[in-house]
């Protein structure tokens, strides 16, 4: 498989994780949007959110991001949690994936 966040997990390509489960890791976004912008990857590929389907799955994810924020010192002053899905949602690397956001006011409109 060619896949970037793959590889990542294996750790053909470093990383620096600033956190790490069981399922999941967290790097920082390479291409950061954000004062702070960190990517919650899982260790399994799934080509996108309506790929996985296994129970609790998706509730481990927001953990790692709840407990990466709370590392960080961030839950006080707010964060965004973004899940791009496919082209037109935004998708560019086909392996699900949550953005945290953070670091500066985001704005209130789509986007940062």
Known sequence: MDCIFCKIVSGDIPSARLHET?????????????PLHLL???KKHYDNI?????????D???????A???????????FRLI????KDGGQTVFHLHMHILGGKKLSEKMGL
């Open 40 to 42: 919650v990857i899982p």
């Open 50 to 58: 309506l790929d996985c389907n296994e129970s609790g799955m998706m």
């Open 60 to 66: 481990e994810m927001m953990e790692a991001a709840k």
């Open 68 to 78: 990466v924020t709370k590392t960080l010192g961030v839950q006080q002053s707010g």
């Open 83 to 86: 899940v791009n899905t496919n």
């Open 22 to 34: 069981d399922n999941f890791i967290v790097i920082k976004d390479v291409s950061p949007q954000a």
